[in-house]
């Protein structure tokens, strides 16, 4: 009998595992239609394809980290099975449950503390500043890019490199999404677009917005992931490597509403010909809207 | 017994047929007209909608918010709501049963402007290949705010609102997309389309406040006396700035 339900909870597991995993390969495979625009590059059930310079390091990280986890867990877990088997109740013998009070086991886990210590404030804590604060310098291209329930906003500051202020009181859904001042001189070669179009090969530097609640910019393909957060301006960078011009997928990171899983855009990496070719297109005086 | 009711029910059927006879032929004053535009009609063209959100959104789309028939003879407003506002007592009336129908289509409403009964209802249709999100925005009515990702021609979900007031739908997918409802406790409202004219049926003689709204231009009322066996006539003209 107990064995009996020891199966049936196996099998239940097991079940659970097989259906999650066919949800999640059948959520990536009708992810490109979604779009619009046919997607490039693998995804798949493993990390998508990389096209930034730096995305081999984050790939490198979670690649470390699995090896150490399965290490740990598999380690853990014999040692754990040991100790069940060892001390076990049996006849002649009581099982134990009072703690190891020897001296080497302490010595042990400060050791362990100071390693991580070391670990975290010698390694982890200046990486990060340096990525975090340290932005590139060969002349990168700007960009603002602005969540909202539940759509992409990419706020380009023209040639002028600057960008112009924005008032939230005046946004028009229709007319003017982010609340472009006419006034302000650094934002008359502003323009703004529902799609995100870089250089390929260039240094890019985006500035994250939000206009109402916390979403978060994912770019799988550059191993790039930034929480948008209301009332702040998050700077991030990265640079696409050469000859990656293409479609790629951008989604929202962050459970933002209903629409949520639709809150996604398309960036273009662009050639510069392509580039310019789009800003002109996207720059020019808008014509009169006429029925046919 | 049988007989009694079947005479009954004979003799309450042909006493509809006469109450019905007697109202038709008491409300049959029509009030109809145009709504003129008068002033610069190049402060009001229609711009084009960015709509690079949403790749699946591809038929360029234009504001909607100022529509001008300029082929009229004088230039007449499209998306007018002409109703009555006062002069109908008490009177209540069964709410429409006829679907009004929504359709997203190519990321727009089609059409612009639902104008329903109260109790009548309205079935939301996507036309589209992509998601959409239906978010009323009502003041008294129940704010509703639900998705349609599937494009669906065929089913769709079915709303019905209670009180009377003019409100605002949007896409939160396609931010730039837009509606307005407006609710009536009667049956006596009409919308301009191409021509921009509009006509009011089926009403009793009497004298009445019709109310003209447009969603920029705001609203314009008027006293208009409906006599029996002929239509009053009566225009508005809005002169935005
Ligand atoms: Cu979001
Ligand atoms: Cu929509």
Redesign the interface.
């Known amino acids: 009998m107990r064995r009996c339900s020891w199966r049936i909870f196996l099998a239940v597991v097991f079940g659970c595992v097989v259906l999650g995993q066919t949800s999640v390969l059948r959520a990536q495979a009708v992810a490109p239609k ?4 046919k997607i490039d590059g693998e995804y798949g059930p493993f990390l998508p394809t990389d096209i930034s310079v730096d995305g081999y390091q984050v790939d490198r990280l979670i690649n470390v980290l699995h090896v150490f986890m399965i290490g740990l867990f598999v380690g853990w877990g014999l040692f754990f099975a040991f100790c069940l088997v060892k001390y076990r109740q049996r006849p002649g013998h009581r099982a134990n449950s009072v703690l190891i009070k020897a001296k080497p086991s302490k010595y042990l886990e400060i050791a362990v503390a100071i390693f991580e210590a070391v670990l975290l404030f010698g390694f982890s804590i200046p990486v990060w500043a340096r990525v975090k604060s340290e932005f590139p310098t060969d002349d990168p291209m700007r960009v603002r890019v602005v969540a ?6 990419f706020h380009y500051p023209g040639a002028d490199k600057k960008f112009g202020k924005l008032n939230p009181k005046i946004i028009d ?3 003017n ?1 982010l609340g472009r001042m006419d006034d302000d001189p650094a934002g008359k070669d502003d323009f ?4 995100f179009h870089v250089i390929e090969g260039r240094s890019v530097v985006v500035e994250i917005l939000s206009k109402d609640v916390i979403h978060s910019f994912f770019v799988p393909v550059l191993r790039v992931k930034q929480d948008a957060i209301p009332g702040m301006r998050i700077p991030i960078w990265f640079k696409t490597k050469e000859k990656t011009a293409g479609a790629y997928e951008i989604g929202c990171a962050q459970l933002c ?3 949520h ?3 996604r ?2 960036m273009h990496v662009d050639t510069p010909e392509q580039y310019a070719a789009w800003v002109k297109k ?1 720059t020019a005086p ?6 046919d | 017994m049988q007989k009694t009711f079947r005479y009954g029910v004979l003799c309450a059927f042909a006493a509809t047929l006469g109450l019905a006879g007697v109202v038709r032929a008491a409300d049959d004053g029509v009030i109809k007209g145009k709504v003129i535009f008068k002033g610069d009609t190049d402060k009001f ?14 038929k ?4 909607w ?1 100022v529509i001008l028939n300029k082929k009229t003879d004088p230039i007449t407003i499209k998306n007018v709501v002409v109703s009555i506002k006062e002069g109908l007592g008490d009177k209540k009336f069964p709410p429409k049963t006829e679907p009004f129908k929504l359709t997203q289509k190519d990321c727009q409403y089609d059409p612009h402007i639902i104008a329903v009964m109260e109790d009548q209802p309205v079935k939301i249709l996507n036309g589209d290949d ?2 959409h ?1 239906i978010h009323f925005l009502p003041k008294k009515n129940t704010e509703e ?3 349609q ?1 599937q494009k669906d021609e065929v089913t769709g979900k079915e709303l019905k609102f209670k009180l009377e007031e003019p409100f605002k739908v ?1 896409c ?5 997309m ?1 509606a307005h409802v407006l609710v009536f406790t009667h049956p006596y409202f009409a919308v301009t389309g191409d021509d921009g004219t509009f006509e009011l049926k089926g009403l009793p003689p009497g004298k009445y406040v019709v109310e003209a709204w447009h969603e920029k231009f705001g609203t314009m009322k008027a006293d208009v006396e409906v006599a029996a066996g002929k239509p009053a006539e009566k225009d508005f003209t809005f002169e935005p700035k």
């Open positions: 979604d779009t619009g625009v909202e329930q539940f759509a992409w906003n859904l229709v007319k999404p703004v677009s529902g799609e509403g209903n629409n899983f639709s809150m855009a398309v996207v808008p014509e009169e809207f006429k029925e | 063209k229609r711009s084009p909608i960015d709509t690079s959100k949403d790749a699946n959104c591809k360029p789309i234009g504001s918010d992509t998601n999100n705010n639900f998705s990702p949007k939160d997918v396609h931010p730039w837009g």
